[in-house]
C-alpha cells in the first residue's frame, strides 16, 4: 500500500534504506565523529573490543535480541541470558576477545548481551574476593571465582535493613569446639532479599552477619557461605532460597531470598583481610579499613559509567526519532510537516540531557583516572585523596542516578505513543535503569553523606584550615556571595569563567546558609539532619556535585586531545548543563542578590542561542557513543530512520496475533456479542 | 523463625494482626475520616455502589487479583479481565448493582477490577455514538452498543499522526452509484495504530478518516465500520487488524493495529449529528461543533479523576509503608528505629503530592458539577461557558498528569528497594499510568493550547474589554507585577490570600511578559508559538493552570459540608499545595521584584511548619480514600502494615520458584561449574 513517494521517504530496516533526514544531519557534522568515538571508548583497544562485540552480534544470531523477547516470561529471558553467555565464552576464540582481561570481556559482553547471568558475580562476588579476602584466602578462591567454577552473590542487604548495614540481623557465631561459625537467620526481617543471582544461579554467598563471640557483637563482617550444591545444583542443608518474583525491570536476573538455619562454616571461611578471628576466638582488625573503601569505588564509578551509557542510548533513540518524526504543518512558509525536533520544546526536553551525558562521561575517565592513580599510591602505602573520591562519588552516586532515570523517562515520553510500546527500546531502558535510585545506597542517604563532608570542610575552614581538592572554592564562601552578576544581556552569559561562577556562587550560598543553620539553636546534631534541614541539606549536596561536574567537564574537554571542532560542540554542551542547572533553580542566585530582576530570562534567551549551535550537530554527537542497532533493539531508534515498517513488522509477529483469538473468549465474551447476559 | 517480640510488632495478613503504628496513626484522626470518604465519594450512592464491589472481591474469588497476575504473560492477563466482567454481569444481582446506571457500574467495576476489556467501549464507542451520531443512528446502534451486542473501538490515531488529526490519511470516499463511501488505508503512515480494544476484541470500530467527494477532501469525519464477523470473531473482508504487541504498561489491554482495503460501508454510516453527506454527494455541516466539545469534555474530566484515584491508590501505599518501615537509630534520645517517614525528605517527597491529590478531588467534582450544568444549558440552546471549560481542561490534562505520573514515581522511589518489587504494587501504577501522559492529546500541545486562551485573552484585555471566569485576574495584569511580598517570617505565609497574591503575581508575570515577547519581532506567529518562545508558553499555561487549582480547592473547601476539624487539614493541605508550587519555581517572583532575599528561605520554613501539622493526620486523609487491599494489590502498602510476611510469601510462591532450576540450566551454565569452558 505504499506510494512511490513514501519508498523515497521512510527509513526501511529491510532495503537497508537511510532516511534521508538522518543522512542529511551526518552529513552535516562539522567535526570527527570517529575522533569523538575513540574519545568516548578511551583507546583504540576498547574501541576494538566493542566492534568485535558488534560484529559479533551481526555474524552468529545467538547473540541478537529478538523483538519477541518482550513478550516472554522470565523463565525465557533467563534462558535467553545463559545461551549467550554460553555462547559467547564458546565463540572467543573466532570474535577476538581471547586475551583480553575478564574486565574487558565483561565491557564487550555488555555491549553484546545486554543483562547477563554472571555480571553480579564479577562485579560484586569477585570483587570482594579481591578486596576483602586475605592473600591465602585469595589463592585459594579467586581463580575458581574468575573461571565461574563457583558462581557467587553478595548477600548483604536484609528484609529489615537496607541502607542501616549496621543493623543486619543475620549473626555469625563462633564455635570454638569445632572452630567453624554458625550462620543463622534469627527472624523474618533478617531473611537476606533483593541479592542478584542468588536467587537460583549462585553456589556461593559472601553473607554479612553480626560476628558473634562469647555473646559479643563485634560488628558486621564477611563470611563464604556455600549454598548450593555444585553437582545438582541443590539447596544445602539448612539453606532456604528463591527467587523474589516479578520486578520493574531486570527480570532476566534472578534477584533472591535466603534464610539460613545454623548453617556451619569453617572459621577461615570469614573474609579476614581486614579483621579476623583467630582460633582461641580472638577478634583483631588488622590493615587500614579506608582501603576497603576502594571497593566499593569500582561500584560507584560503575554507576557513573552506567549513567551515560543508559542516557546515551535513551538519547539515540530520541534523537534520531525526533529527526525522522513529523507533525503538523506549522512551520512559516512551508507545506511539510515539521521535524518534532525542531519544535522549541523537544529541544528544551533533550538537549539539556544531551549535555548531562557527554558531563558523565567526562566525569567518568577523572574518576576512573584518579581511581586508577589511587590504587597505585595505597599499594605505595599512601592514602592520599582518599577521602575526596569517596565524599565527590556519594553525590554523584545519587544526584547522576536521578538525573539519568528522569532523563530516559524523558527521552521516552519525547516519542509519543511510540514510547509507550516495548518494541521502541525505551520502556525497558527506564524500567531495568531505575533499580539504580535505589540500589548500592539509597540516593537520599547518599545525598547527605556528600553534605556531610562540605559541612565539615566549612567548620575547617571557619577555624582557619585552608581547604583543598573539590571543596577549595568554599575558603571563600562568604565572599562570593557578596559578587553580583554583572550579565546585562543574554550573550554575556557565554562564558565559562561567567557560568562556573555563578554556580560558585549559588553552592557557596546554599552550603553557608544551612551551615549556618546547622550551628544555631541546642537541638541535637542527629535532629537537625533528620527532621530540620535534611531538605537543604540534600540541596547544597547536589549544588556541590552540579559544581564539581561542571568543572570536571569544562577541565576534561580543554585537557582532551580533541580536535578544536569537536571541542567547539562539548564546549556548547559544557554551557548548557551549567546555565541549564540554573535555570531549573536559581532562587539561591536572587536570595543571595548575585541575580537581578532579567537575569533568569537572559539565561533563558542563552540557553536559546545555545540550543541554535547544538541542534545541528545532535545527530552525530548522539551517535558518537556507538550504540549498535542490536543493542538498542528499537523500532523507532535504529540506524536507518526506520520508524514505521519495523514498528508494523513488530506488531505483526507479536504474540497476541499468532492465536485466532483468546482462549476462553467463547465462554466470557461471546454471551454479551449474543445479548445471553 | 519468629521471636516473640517480633510478633507483637509486625503487621500481618495472614493472622489479621494490625501493625501498631498503623493502628497509632489511624486512632490519632481528629477529625471524622468515614465523613471525608463520604465526601470523596460524593454521594451516599456511590459510596455504597464502592462498597459493593468491596465486598465483592472479598466473597467472590473470581474478582481477587492474584500475586501470580506479575507473573502472567499477556494472553493469561486478558483472560482475567474477560473472566472478571463476564462474572460481574452475571452477578450483578447478587453483589447489588442491578438498576445502577451503566457509569455507576463502570465505576464499580473501576473499584472492583482494575482494566477490564470493555472500558474503551464505553468510554470512547459509546460515547462517540452518543455525540456524533444522528438521532435515526442513535435509535439503530446506542442501545445495541450500550448491551455490547458490538464491541466497538475508536480508530482515529495512525502511525504517521496521532496530535494532528487533520494531518489522518485514512480515506473515505464517496461512491454515489453504490451510496456507499470507500474506507481505505493509502499507506504505511495511514495504518491505525494505538486503538484499545481493536486489536483482539473490536467487532465495530469508528474510523476517522478524510471525506472525498468528487475529489474534494472535505476534513475528516467519522465512519462506523464492521470489522469482524460477530459469528466466528474473524476479521471480516478487507479488514487487516492485530495486536500491536507488549507495552510499558497496560498490557491486559489490546491497542491495535488496522488496515482498510477499500472496504464499503453504506452512506449511512457516516456519523451525521454534525455533518451529513446526500444522497446526491452534497456534504452539509450542521448543529454547532462547539458542542461536539463536550464529547472530549467528559474524557477531560475522566482524566482529572483518574489522576486522583492513581495518585492516592500509590499515595496510600507509600503513606502505609513510610510509617511502618523503619530504618537508622538516630533519632536523638531513642533506641528504636527511625520510621522512615519521620525522615524530612520523605514529607517533602509525600506531603505535595498528598496536597496535589486533593486539589485534583476537588477541581474533578468542580467541572463535573460545571460540565453537568453545561449540558443542561446546551440542551436549551445556550453556550455560555463552553469556551472556559474547554480551555482550562488543556492545562489540566496537561499538567495534572504529568504531576500525577512524577508522583507515582516518587511513591515508588519512596519505597527503597521494595517499590522495586512487582509485588509492592507501585511500578504497575507508574507503568500503566503513563500512557496518559501520552494518550488523549500530546500534553505539550495541550498545554499550549492553554496558553493560546491566556494570549488571546490579554489580547481582548489590551483592547479594553473585562475578562470574566477563569482568566479574570489577568485585568490587573500589569498593576499585580508592582506588588510586593509583604512577609517577614514564615508564619507570614499561612494566609490563603497571600498564597493565592503569590500565585497570582507569579502568573501575571509570566503572562504579561511572554505576550509582551509575542507581540514584538515581525516573525510569523507560527515561528514565534513553535520556535522562539514555546517554552514560556507551556511554562505560563502551567502557572495559570497552578494557580485556578489552587483557587478550585480553597473554594471547594469553603463551600463544603465537611466540619471544621475536617475542612482544617484540607485547608492546611491547599496551602501547602501553594507554597510547593511558588518553592520549585520562584524565579519569576524573584525578577518581577515581588521576591526579595530571604522570601525563599522564609517559604522553605512555613513548608516544614506545614509538614508538622499535616505528618500526625496523613494515613487518615489518604485513607479516606478508601482503596481496597484487594485492589492495591500490595505487599507493603495493605491496610494491615505487614511489609515482611506478606512479601516473602508472594517471592516464595513465585513463578521461578515452581522449578528447581531453569530449562537448559545443564546446557549451558554448569559447562562453566566444571571447568569445561
Given at each position: 500500500m505504499s506510494s512511490g513517494e513514501e519508498i523515497l521517504k521512510t527509513g526501511s530496516i529491510r532495503h537497508k534504506r537511510v532516511h534521508h533526514s538522518l543522512l542529511r544531519e551526518r552529513s552535516q557534522a562539522d567535526f570527527d565523529p570517529y575522533e569523538l568515538k575513540l574519545f568516548i571508548f578511551d583507546s583504540e583497544d576498547m574501541l576494538k573490543a566493542k566492534e568485535s562485540a558488534d560484529k559479533a552480534i551481526e555474524i552468529h544470531d545467538v547473540f541478537r535480541t529478538p523483538s519477541e523477547w518482550h513478550s516472554w516470561d522470565r523463565e525465557e529471558k533467563v534462558r535467553d541470558a545463559m545461551r549467550k553467555i554460553y555462547h559467547f565464552h564458546k565463540k572467543q576464540k573466532d570474535i577476538g576477545f581471547q586475551g583480553l582481561t575478564y574486565k574487558r570481556m565483561m565491557v564487550a559482553c555488555e555491549e553484546s548481551m545486554g543483562q547477563v547471568p554472571v555480571d553480579l558475580h564479577y562485579y560484586m562476588f569477585v570483587t570482594c574476593i579481591k578486596y576483602l579476602a586475605s592473600d591465602e584466602q585469595k589463592a585459594l578462591w579467586l581463580s575458581d571465582a574468575k573461571k565461574l567454577k563457583m558462581h557467587g552473590c553478595y548477600a548483604q542487604t536484609e528484609m529489615g535493613h537496607g541502607s542501616n548495614i549496621a543493623g543486619l540481623e543475620t549473626t555469625a557465631t563462633f564455635d570454638r569446639s569445632t572452630d567453624e561459625f554458625v550462620i543463622h537467620t534469627p527472624s523474618l526481617s533478617a531473611y537476606k532479599f533483593w541479592p542478584g543471582e542468588l536467587g537460583k544461579f549462585a553456589t556461593h554467598a559472601i553473607v554479612f552477619a553480626k560476628l558473634i563471640i562469647d555473646g559479643t557483637d563485634h560488628g558486621v563482617q564477611s563470611f563464604l557461605v556455600e549454598i548450593r550444591?555444585?553437582?545438582?545444583?541443590c539447596l544445602l542443608p539448612g539453606v532456604i532460597a528463591g527467587d523474589i518474583g516479578p520486578k520493574y525491570g531486570f527480570n532476566m536476573k534472578d534477584n533472591g531470598y535466603m534464610a539460613l538455619n545454623h548453617v556451619r562454616i569453617p572459621r577461615t571461611q570469614m573474609l579476614s583481610r581486614y579483621s579476623e578471628v583467630s582460633e582461641e576466638g580472638v577478634f583483631t582488625k588488622k590493615g587500614n579499613l579506608k582501603i576497603l573503601y576502594t571497593a566499593m569505588q569500582t561500584i560507584r564509578i560503575l554507576i557513573v559509567r552506567m549513567a551515560f551509557k543508559n542516557l546515551s542510548k535513551g538519547l539515540t533513540i530520541a534523537i534520531r526519532y525526533g529527526i525522522v518524526r513529523t507533525q503538523f504543518k506549522?512551520?512559516?512558509?512551508?507545506d511539510e510537516e515539521r521535524a518534532i525536533i525542531d519544535y522549541q520544546t523537544h529541544q528544551f526536553k533533550l538537549i539539556p540531557i544531551l549535555s548531562q551525558c557527554y558531563a558523565f562521561l567526562f566525569v567518568y575517565q577523572k574518576v576512573s583516572k584518579d581511581f586508577s592513580d589511587l590504587k597505585k599510591r595505597i599499594k605505595a602505602g599512601d592514602l592520599t585523596g582518599i577521602n575526596d573520591l569517596h565524599t565527590i562519588s556519594s553525590g554523584m552516586k545519587a544526584f547522576y542516578t536521578w538525573m539519568t532515570l528522569e532523563g530516559l523517562e524523558t527521552c521516552r515520553q519525547s516519542c509519543g505513543g511510540a514510547g509507550y510500546s516495548m518494541f521502541s527500546g525505551l520502556p525497558g531502558l527506564v524500567q531495568d535503569y531505575a533499580a539504580q535510585v535505589t540500589y548500592e545506597g539509597d540516593n537520599t542517604v547518599m545525598a547527605q553523606q556528600g553534605a556531610r563532608f562540605l559541612v565539615k570542610s566549612l567548620g575547617k575552614m571557619m577555624k582557619g584550615e585552608t581547604l583543598t581538592g573539590w571543596v577549595s572554592y568554599l575558603n571563600k564562601v562568604y565572599e562570593v556571595t557578596e559578587y553580583k552578576c554583572k550579565a546585562e544581556k543574554p550573550e554575556d552569559f557565554d562564558s565559562l569563567e561567567t557560568l562556573e561562577e555563578m554556580l560558585v556562587v549559588k553552592t557557596c550560598f546554599m552550603v553557608g546558609d544551612t551551615c549556618m543553620k546547622m550551628m544555631q539553636g541546642d537541638e541535637p546534631m542527629q535532629t537537625k539532619w533528620n527532621e530540620m534541614y535534611q531538605q537543604e541539606l540534600v540541596e547544597m549536596s547536589k549544588a556541590h556535585t552540579m559544581l564539581v561536574t561542571f568543572q570536571i567537564f569544562r577541565d576534561g574537554i580543554k585537557s582532551s586531545w580533541l580536535q578544536e571542532s569537536t571541542k567547539k560542540h562539548l564546549c556548547n554542551l559544557c554551557k548548557v548543563f551549567a546555565a541549564h542547572q540554573i535555570y531549573l533553580d536559581s532562587a539561591p542566585l536572587f536570595e543571595c542578590g548575585y541575580f537581578s530582576g532579567g537575569h533568569q530570562k537572559m539565561l533563558l534567551e542563552y540557553m536559546k542561542m545555545q540550543f541554535k549551535l547544538i541542534r545541528p550537530v545532535m545527530l552525530p554527537l548522539i551517535e558518537s557513543f556507538g550504540h549498535n542497532d542490536n543493542i538498542l533493539n528499537s523500532c523507532i531508534g535504529n540506524s536507518y530512520g526506520d520508524i514505521l515498517e519495523n514498528q508494523l513488522e513488530s506488531a505483526v509477529n507479536s504474540d497476541l496475533n499468532r492465536k485466532d483469538m483468546f482462549p476462553d473468549f467463547e465462554k466470557y465474551m461471546k454471551p454479551f456479542y449474543n445479548a445471553k447476559i
Open positions: 550444591d555444585k553437582r545438582n545444583h506549522d512551520k512559516a512558509g512551508s
